[in-house]
């Protein structure tokens, strides 16, 4: 018997989420961002559901082979551009679209011998300060692009600090439409944020000056994984999002709790009544993180409860308080959808753990098996 543990991906959630997209910028392409194997999912997981997608986003090259190998014949694009001068071969094999960032990258361009053209997307620092040009630079880099024969289209690019909090995008949306007045090509700049928070209708176009600047391409990663990206303001279910795993495994054991009686590592959770507890096969080395405290909700057979006493390595233990009828071999759901349609929203737990719900995703664990359902 392997342990009751199972990570399940529902690929039906991911056409729910990129149809969401597709609602709120209707008029943009769609870059599927499947970075970080698919923010934990898996590429070869998530490809089929969201194969209608015009694009695919991603950083690492042996992850744009890996999906150029599941068959795709379109749009492939690097976020953070080559990080070496022979990553080129590899985006002329594959034809790989690629983000220009720094001088460097056009150093390396201009080096690279080719007879077929690249298309770049030059990304403008807007004020996040991590990849970019300055403003004031960008049109220096983009008349050197231009200049190369390597190069063949020149889209522009940015990234927002600031599309899920209270600064918005505004202010950077007009840098960005300063700095790049009159260059010809695409634009692409909206992440999930921006996409869901920032999307003006056409016909208030006139009132917002910065919607201008329209986005061609739009560059959603967490929302076709069904996590809110401006929790708590908003959560999933205010955004209509699916979520697109569900981590659950099993009850393995429980016990009988009287008064005063402590679980787990450092008797950090005493009950103050008897009570039951189950204990769950799922610990911090399944990705379950260690500093979710007494009080984190979990589901017991598909029925609102919470975790009491610390997590430890292969299990955590929950409350069956709301649930007696549960025992050994019920199912806990720690995130995502139970057997009885409820789900747990993973940007509950992650709010518990201190961090969003991509980072609970990524950090599902390798010895997790995943199954992809029906
Ligand atoms: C990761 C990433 C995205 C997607 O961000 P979400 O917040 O997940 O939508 C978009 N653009 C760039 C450049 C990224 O690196």
């Given at each position: 018997m392997p342990r009751p543990i199972l990570a399940t991906i529902h690929p039906a959630a991911f056409r729910h989420n990129l149809e969401r997209v597709r609602r709120a910028a209707p008029d943009a392409r769609v870059w599927a961002v499947v970075k970080a194997n698919a923010y934990g999912h898996g590429i070869e997981r998530v490809f089929d559901g969201m194969r209608s997608a015009d694009g695919f986003a991603l950083l690492d090259l042996a992850e744009a082979q890996r999906v150029r190998d599941l068959g795709w014949r379109g749009p492939i694009l690097l976020l953070e551009g080559v990080f070496e001068q022979r990553d080129l071969e590899l985006c002329s094999r594959l034809d790989l679209w690629h983000t220009v960032h720094c001088n460097e990258q056009i150093d390396m361009l201009a080096t690279h011998k080719t007879n077929v053209p690249q298309r770049v997307f030059l990304k403008m620092n807007?004020?996040?300060?991590?990849l970019g040009f300055m403003p004031e630079r960008y049109r220096a880099a983009w008349t050197r692009l231009n200049a190369?024969?390597?190069?063949?289209e020149i889209s522009l690019m940015c990234h927002f600090s600031?599309?899920?909090?209270?600064?918005?995008?505004a202010q950077q949306m007009a840098v960005f439409a300063a700095a790049s007045r009159d260059l010809p090509g695409e634009r692409s700049l909206s992440n999930s944020a921006a996409i869901l928070r920032h999307t003006v209708d056409p016909a208030q176009a006139a009132l917002h000056p910065?919607?201008?600047?329209?986005?061609d391409w739009v560059r959603p990663g967490i929302v076709l994984y069904g996590s809110a990206p401006d929790y708590p303001e908003h959560s999933a279910a205010d955004w209509a999002l699916q979520p697109t795993m569900t981590l659950a495994a099993k009850i393995i054991a429980t016990q009988a709790l009287d008064t005063r009686a402590s679980v787990g590592y450092g008797s950090s959770f005493v009950a103050d009544k008897p009570m039951r507890i189950g204990v769950v096969a799922c610990g911090y080395a399944d990705g379950?993180?260690?500093?979710?405290?007494?009080g984190t909700p979990v589901l017991v057979d598909g029925v609102p409860t919470r975790t009491v006493g610390r997590v430890s390595m292969d299990m955590i233990t929950v409350d069956l308080t709301p649930v007696p009828q549960a025992g050994v071999g019920s199912t806990a759901t720690l995130w995502g959808r139970a057997a009885n349609g409820t789900v747990l929203p993973i940007d509950d737990v992650a709010v518990c753990a201190q961090t969003v719900g991509y980072e609970l995703m990524c950090g599902l664990a390798l010895r997790v098996p995943v199954e992809v359902a029906a």
């Amino acid at each position: 018997m392997p342990r009751p543990i199972l990570a399940t991906i529902h690929p039906a959630a991911f056409r729910h989420n990129l149809e969401r997209v597709r609602r709120a910028a209707p008029d943009a392409r769609v870059w599927a961002v499947v970075k970080a194997n698919a923010y934990g999912h898996g590429i070869e997981r998530v490809f089929d559901g969201m194969r209608s997608a015009d694009g695919f986003a991603l950083l690492d090259l042996a992850e744009a082979q890996r999906v150029r190998d599941l068959g795709w014949r379109g749009p492939i694009l690097l976020l953070e551009g080559v990080f070496e001068q022979r990553d080129l071969e590899l985006c002329s094999r594959l034809d790989l679209w690629h983000t220009v960032h720094c001088n460097e990258q056009i150093d390396m361009l201009a080096t690279h011998k080719t007879n077929v053209p690249q298309r770049v997307f030059l990304k403008m620092n807007v004020g996040m300060n991590r990849l970019g040009f300055m403003p004031e630079r960008y049109r220096a880099a983009w008349t050197r692009l231009n200049a190369l024969p390597q190069v063949d289209e020149i889209s522009l690019m940015c990234h927002f600090s600031d599309a899920d909090g209270p600064r918005g995008v505004a202010q950077q949306m007009a840098v960005f439409a300063a700095a790049s007045r009159d260059l010809p090509g695409e634009r692409s700049l909206s992440n999930s944020a921006a996409i869901l928070r920032h999307t003006v209708d056409p016909a208030q176009a006139a009132l917002h000056p910065e919607a201008l600047v329209v986005s061609d391409w739009v560059r959603p990663g967490i929302v076709l994984y069904g996590s809110a990206p401006d929790y708590p303001e908003h959560s999933a279910a205010d955004w209509a999002l699916q979520p697109t795993m569900t981590l659950a495994a099993k009850i393995i054991a429980t016990q009988a709790l009287d008064t005063r009686a402590s679980v787990g590592y450092g008797s950090s959770f005493v009950a103050d009544k008897p009570m039951r507890i189950g204990v769950v096969a799922c610990g911090y080395a399944d990705g379950y993180p260690r500093i979710c405290p007494t009080g984190t909700p979990v589901l017991v057979d598909g029925v609102p409860t919470r975790t009491v006493g610390r997590v430890s390595m292969d299990m955590i233990t929950v409350d069956l308080t709301p649930v007696p009828q549960a025992g050994v071999g019920s199912t806990a759901t720690l995130w995502g959808r139970a057997a009885n349609g409820t789900v747990l929203p993973i940007d509950d737990v992650a709010v518990c753990a201190q961090t969003v719900g991509y980072e609970l995703m990524c950090g599902l664990a390798l010895r997790v098996p995943v199954e992809v359902a029906a």
